[in-house]
């Protein structure tokens, strides 16, 4: 982990602690399953210095671990991933598409909207990652349609068998913090009381 990670890792967990985007409850997550936390990315484009910074963080990943030479176009994941997407396809010269959650059944009826050529490459880009089912349908409906997708990055993997679901199909995941990363740094700093750590820690699986 270069000095650079490093720190981009700990601006993340003060931007969700200044601007209140993790909360602890009881919270049903988009797979239907209940959690004792909740981590709101929705919030930071609110934000205009944080949703600056945040997307900078995105860019740095990708050029250093993914390569903007490994694909040609951007798939935000609807709905928080598209706001992201949209800075970074800006940021890095790249074309945007998304794929929608059902199929139109008008017009073109297409399942990814925007330009996808059979053949191009498409970096798939969310907000975090819990069981990887959105990464996942949003990667079969582009392969659908011709497009090849290996690579998926996110802020955030929240350490519930996301990362491996892609890897058995193929899709690769970079994310710039872990669950576990960010529980130790935000009690590193009495962001959260120990209860709370151990709450976020026992939801992980290991």
Avoid: W
């Avoid at 945040?54 to 609807?78: H, M, S, W």
């Avoid at 990814?112 to 819990?130: A, Q, S």
């Avoid at 990362?163 to 529980?183: F, M, P, Q, S, V």
């Amino acid at each position: 982990m270069t000095a650079g990670t490093d720190s981009m890792k700990t601006q993340l967990c003060q931007i969700l602690y200044k601007i209140g985007a993790l909360k602890f409850g009881t919270f049903k997550l988009s797979n239907g399953k209940l959690s004792p936390y909740y981590i709101d990315l929705r919030l930071v484009p609110s934000f205009p210095e944080a949703f600056h910074r945040t997307c900078e963080f995105y860019v740095n990943l990708i050029e250093d671990k993914i390569k903007v030479e490994r694909f040609q176009r951007i798939a935000g994941i609807p709905t928080a991933g598209i706001s992201f997407a949209s800075v970074i396809a800006y940021h890095l010269n790249k074309s945007l598409v998304y794929p929608r959650s059902t199929q139109r059944k008008h017009g073109r009826e297409r399942r990814v909207e925007g330009i996808l050529m059979p053949g191009d490459r498409v970096l798939l880009l969310d907000d975090l990652v819990t069981s990887g089912n959105s990464l996942l349908k949003a990667a079969s409906a582009i392969r659908a349609e011709g497009g090849i997708v290996s690579d998926a990055i996110v802020l955030i993997d929240r350490e519930e068998g996301g990362k491996e679901r892609l890897a058995k199909d193929d899709i690769e995941l970079y994310r710039l913090l872990t669950a576990k990363e960010a529980a130790s740094r935000l009690h590193s700093i009495r962001a959260i009381t120990t209860m709370e750590f151990q709450t976020i820690l026992k939801q992980r699986k290991d």
